[in-house]
């Protein structure tokens, strides 16, 4: 009980309850019960967006959990993103052999460069299970090798950020190749079904969305229940004043190993529920310009919040979906602004407006 | 060459075992059967050239509370690097007790082992409570998954209390570190160092920045730490040494000068000429 | 003395007796000729008599200029005019009935060249034999051995002697006698280009029935010369490597010296450092076509002289520009600032997008960095990448002065070890970060000028050269140029090496695993500034 009001208050409990309702079991309501005309109708065109949505606050929570928490910001996690979309999209592709354009058990794009047989990375990807292990082992293995040496070396701040950056540029520039085998430039697309499910369906696209939205939430209080537990106060203490948290005994490598590796897990975790739902994962997924622009969520919304994340992701990707529609031109000098803006002018993000100065 | 056969011969040394065979640091018993709480011996370390710690040899006594005096660039503050695994000597051997070899440790494990150290400028968690900043420091098992599922329990709480009333924090504490006061961090810190039971205690500067009345209450509060904890204090306010020390090292280029009661230091010639000067 | 020169004299004039009726034989045979095959025959004589005098008629007949009339004499017509071969007269063109001799295409064309070129050897000017040498190697007409053979003992010149005898033992590969062959073998061995290997190599064939086709003697020295040659194209692919690797270094050199000064200065990475080499490039750009539309074509090539002060100018100024309304305020939050200056590189993107469109700009290099030095057969050096090299050397001389010899250079320093100190001392640090970070600016905008000589301009060149940048600061490490440079240089350098062994995207994988594992065991880089001040 004690640790249950340490994560939140009674009130917030509810305020979160009603959040989690609202999106989890009243968006399809919503959508399937109400007339095609009337206000509070949600359109089908929207659900699978919403769910995007979901999926970037589910990598915008990740974020958050780093930056916020622990002072870490990667620039980075489009790659374990996409790594975790990869591993649905084989799936998919996989699930679909012998319905693809050349009738063939390899996916097309093999077909096109003639290869004769799959590639041993390939193998076990026809099954779900694994696929799923998968998309949040190998982000997971990645982000472990990939901390385990950063932060040994006690490579933080700037550095770290950077290197980060010119991981997200290596392993972007190994995707597009045609001879590592994810499809080249153009990634994995035209997936048909999951599970036998048809993507195409619209139950499908909802039940993947309320699949999104309930994983999102259960995230969200896996999360929470971290960053309240005394964990949260060592990664937070770590942010602040790393060589104390060293003289007081604990090992900060451990502490930021820990939270690195579940911050890439979630974001494969993110990737591999994006894809089915998109319909495509290529390279471009991990375009450097990605990864800082999951940064900008967290910092529009918040940091250090977790509700931040999700804030800010929904209003930066809302006003992208408005802006490359009705004024393309104008969203890279908004977007531009807007990091200067947040920045210089709002630190504490849009949750810091309406919190006491004086909390953390 | 050389350097492969000295590492040959480090190899097949039969009073050493082999870093990966030594055991994890978490045991809290320390080996003080001779009476000595740590052994610095031959410490060399240089920066480009610049030896800050020269051949230096020093003893600390297991239950003393001994002040180390010096000019600046004497090396005291490389000194307590050393000590606390922040810096690796060049030469020369680290012994906590009897058997800890502390060189072949990193800065946690060395605390975990029960050295506490407090910096010069006071450095507490600001964005956390005095309650969360004592209850960090605690000794207790301090490895990932411990944590997450670690709560107070009442002994614990107990302890906290009884250091909460030692540092004059019982009120402030649900306040965030951030607001107080420069002389309560200055406690707090000191706070954090006795919830980790600390065998050895390094107090650089403790009352720099400090009140007079706070600076008796801190003489106060280190002499009575002396007999259970072994203390060694870097201060540069002679009033404060002459009032807590019982003996007084002084560091001059890397290198112990002078060792000995505060008075017979201060009566040293060779002391007087390199750091007290004319005026004492 | 006297003596040989009047006999000398008499040789030439004697000489130029039999080529003058060898030549008008040659004429007549061109201008009777009705067919291709005719015409290429009379070409390849015209050629062989060497007489300067047959240049015109034969670039005449290049030109589709070249008439016979009835009688057989050649008239060269100019618009209206027709002048007649080896003849001083001049006619109207309409005036003469001409006959069209048969049309130049290329098969004539590949027998002209080198005959010009032929004719083209006894000419005074060096330039002219040099360049007719050349095409004589590219194609080395038959028959020609003995012309050859009197065109070298006539040279002075060294290096077009060299073609010749180069020209000369290709064509001597196939001559009937074995002693001519061995040495011409040697000869091309000697000469380390891998053009000669397929002759070579045909040496060693077996004809159909098993036997070999050329005597085992032959057959040895040709595959010792093939060794040769192979020996030699790897040690040019080892220079060719480092030359390239040392120019990609200097290249991120520029991009990387003003990063690590104001890195080292202020601990902020500015992620709009490579959108000031694209701003360099781009004021390169609008200086080229200033030069192009209002001023005469002769002061062209000055424009880069131009373009360098403008370039750092511009860079400087927008980067000054930046830190006063940016950067300034967001001091002690490094990582705000790399979010900030990122959103400050996509406004510029998008401004120079608005501006020049999307699309990469011409910038075309000035006629004295265009063209390269020959090293060796198949190796050049481009004058563009030399200068570049040249100019970085310039440009860290330059940077180096100012940190070392001038007032805000000790400034600098100053900051850079102890930012609260030099306070204290009375420095205006703020001022000191503004003027480095224009410094450092301006540089990036001089590397802008480099680039634009040797690759694409686009909106986005500079995005791909801040990782690459901040790699060779992380190298190098903070606050020394010299480690820096050598930052820079050693990746150019381990990246060319890689390149042609894995592919340019392995390489670069590869690059980034080793600079992780590097700072495993310096996290400061190459050259650290150790003691306790570095840990801030």
Known sequence: ?360 | MNAWLERTREFWRRDQVFDFMLPPLQSRELDVSHGVVLYLENITVSFDGFKALNNLNLYVNNGELRCIIGANGAGKTTMMDVITGKTRPDTGAVFFGQKIDLTKYNESEIAAAGVGRKFQKPTVFENHTVLENLELAMQMNKSTFVSLTARLSGEQRDRIDEVLSIIGLTEQVYLRAGLLSHGQKQWLEIGMLLMQSPYLLLVDEPVAGMTQQEIERTAELLTSLAPRHSVVVVEHDMAFVRSIARTVTVLHEGSVLAEGKMDEVQANPKVIEVYLGEGY | MLHRLSLFLCCVLFASQIHAAELENALTTLAQASSRSELIAAIEQIGATGDAKAIPILEALENNDLKASETGQLWIVQGEKAHAALDDTTAEAASLTLNDLPKVNNTVRRALRPAIAQLQLGAPDVKTRLAAAEELKKRPPDNAADMLTQAIERETDAQVKTLLETTLAQIQLESPDPAQRLEAINLLGQRGNPDFIPPLTDLLQQNTDGSYKEPPEVRTAASKAIAAIEASQARIATLRNLFYGISLGSILLLAALGLAITFGLMGVINMAHGEMLMLGAYSTYVVQNLFKDYLPAAAFDAYLLVALPVAFMVSAAVGILLERTVIRHLYGRPLETLLATWGISLLLIQTVRVLFGAQNVQVANPSWLSGGWEVAANFVLPYNRLAIIFFVILVVVMVWLILQRTALGLQVRAVTQNRNMAACMGIATRRVDMWTFGLGSGVAGLGGVALSQIGNVGPELGQGYIVDSFMVVVLGGVGKIAGTVTGALGLGVITKYLEPEVGAVLAKIMVLVFIILFIQKRPQGIFALKGRFVEN
Request: aromatic share 16%; charged share 10%; net charge positive.
């Open chain 1, 1 to 360: 009980m004690t640790r249950l009001r340490q994560m939140h208050s009674p009130l917030a409990w509810g305020m979160v309850f009603l959040v989690a309702a609202l999106g989890i079991v009243g968006v399809p309501l919503l959508n399937t019960m109400t007339e095609a005309g009337s206000t509070w109708h949600v359109p089908d065109y929207m659900v699978p967006l919403l769910g995007k949505f979901l999926c970037y606050a589910l990598v915008a929570l990740a974020m958050d959990l780093i930056w916020g928490y622990a002072g870490i910001l990667s620039l980075g996690h489009g790659v374990f993103f996409a790594l975790g979309g990869y591993a649905m999209g084989m799936y998919l592709m996989r699930s679909m052999a012998g319905l693809g354009v050349y009738r063939s058990e390899l996916p097309d794009f093999m077909v096109f460069l003639d290869w004769k047989e799959l590639p041993w990375f390939w193998y076990g990807f026809d099954n779900f299970g694994f696929a799923m292990f998968m998309a949040l082992a190998v982000p997971a293995v990645l982000a472990y090798i990939f901390g385990f040496l950063a932060f040994r070396s006690r490579i933080k701040g700037v550095y770290f950020s950077i290197i980060t950056q010119a991981m997200t540029f290596a392993l972007m520039l190994l995707f597009f190749r045609n001879e590592t085998g994810f499809g080249g430039n153009n990634g994995l697309t035209d997936f048909k079904f999951l599970l036998g499910y048809n993507l195409q369906e619209h139950d499908t696209r909802l039940a993947l969305y309320v699949i999104t939205a309930s994983v999102l939430f259960i995230s969200y209080l896996v999360c929470r229940w971290l960053v309240t537990s005394k964990f949260g106060r060592v990664l937070m203490a770590i942010r602040d004043a790393e060589s104390r948290v060293m003289f007081c005994g604990y090992n900060p490598l451990q502490y930021k190993l820990f939270a690195w590796t579940f911050s890439a897990i979630l974001c494969g975790l993110a990737g591999a529920l994006y894809v089915p739902q998109v319909g495509i994962i290529n390279p471009s997924e991990m375009m450097p310009a990605n990864s800082i622009e999951m940064a900008i969520w967290v910092a529009v919304g918040g940091r250090g919040t977790l509700i931040g994340g999700l804030v800010g992701s929904g209003v930066v990707n809302g006003m992208k979906s408005w802006f490359t529609v009705s004024y393309p031109d104008l969203w890279l000098y908004f977007l531009g602004g807007l990091f200067i803006f947040v920045t210089l002018f709002l630190p504490r993000g849009l949750v810091g407006l309406f919190k006491r100065k004086d909390s953390a």
